[in-house]
């Protein structure tokens, strides 16, 4: 069995589409005489997705399914097939097919040769709407500056060696980024390039202000630089506190022209430092969420053994 291939698979309200992204996958590997075992992690459904995984599991006795029992967000529930998986290696890929299954055994020969992580790198953005691929295009950029990991072409779909999946699972935080975390433990890499499949079935669960907060907690989660920005803000202001100073004693005193100045300084230093605390208070909260120690996810059920 060492050259089994774990396939993990998250699923949040998924019931149209488990049944068929297990059959698809399973045929794929099949007929690539790969051995394999798929793991469904229902993300607290609140539709028929776990018995969906049931009905997988009694079809295919390889079919495996954890749930959870409420919804903690696809990269824990990735995890937590990362937690279960047995194989070798471990594919992990969405539940809706975006990510070709067709593309495992090219992924799996990879990692024969010696890649340790076998990326998949996205060709084409699907059906992505032109704002959502700047948004996209910004928040990379970003967070390979910040982060100084190259993240701008990566997604979720990924091939990786038992090696780093024990070094992923070896990770003490409690809020796990899928995508950086691979980034970061580095290993031998490959890439291979696929174009996204529309859905076929179901919808996205992403909403402008969900991936919003998903950027924010990338970039929080590997760089500390936001918080300086109270330094420029502070060195900003000082240096407008001396040259108004200056000016002052220099060109002298015009009432009403000098009050709106300093008001509208003194409110805009003010609102600066508000946002400076709101982000060290982020920071903060992540510090303290960590300091509890509560686990990433619930399991409520599991099926397969
Ligand atoms: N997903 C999940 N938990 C969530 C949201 C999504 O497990 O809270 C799963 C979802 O079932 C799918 C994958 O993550 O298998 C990608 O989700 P989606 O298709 O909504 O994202 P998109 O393809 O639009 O980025
Ligand atoms: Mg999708």
């Known amino acids: 069995m060492d050259r089994l291939l774990s396939v993990v698979i998250p699923a949040f309200n998924e019931e149209a589409m488990v049944e068929k992204a297990a059959s698809a996958v399973a045929a794929v590997l099949r007929g690539a005489d790969i051995p394999y075992e798929l793991i469904f992690v229902d993300d607290g459904s609140r539709d028929g997705t776990w018995e969906a995984i049931l009905r997988a599991h009694e079809a295919d ?19 937590a097939g990362l937690a279960k998986a047995r194989g070798a290696c471990v594919a992990v890929m969405d539940c809706d097919l975006q990510h070709p299954p067709a593309m495992l055994p090219e992924m799996a020969a990879l990692w024969e040769q010696g890649f340790e992580v076998v990326e998949g ?25 910040l982060a100084k990991l190259d993240m701008k072409r990566s997604s979720d779909f990924k091939l990786m060696d038992r090696k780093v999946v024990d070094a992923l ?24 390039a ?8 179901g ?3 992403w909403s402008f202000r969900s991936l919003a907060r998903y950027a924010v907690s990338s970039v929080t989660a590997f760089s500390a ?13 000082a240096a407008v506190a001396v040259v108004t100073g200056i000016l002052y004693a220099v060109v002298g005193y015009d009432a009403d022209g000098w009050l709106v100045f300093l008001g509208v300084m003194g409110l805009l230093a003010a609102a600066c430092g508000l946002l400076c605390l709101g982000i060290a208070g982020y920071y903060l909260g992540r510090v303290f969420r960590q300091s509890l120690g509560r686990p990433r996810y619930i399991i409520s059920r599991e099926c397969g053994d």
């Open 121 to 145: 790198v996205k060709r084409d953005r699907g059906e992505e709407s032109g704002l959502h691929r700047l948004c996209a295009g910004a928040f990379y950029a970003v967070i390979s500056r």
């Open 169 to 192: 699972l070896a990770l003490p935080e409690e809020d796990v980024f899928f995508r950086g975390l691979t980034a970061f433990v580095g290993f031998r890499r490959a890439e291979v």
């Open 61 to 79: 006795k390889c079919v495996r399914g954890v749930s959870f029992s409420r919804n903690f967000g696809k990269d824990r529930a990735v995890f």
């Open 225 to 237: 630089a936001p918080m300086q920005l109270a330094t420029v803000f502070g060195a900003l202001f």
């Open 203 to 205: 919808e996205s669960k």
């Open 194 to 201: 696929f174009d996204v499949a529309q859905r076929e079935a």
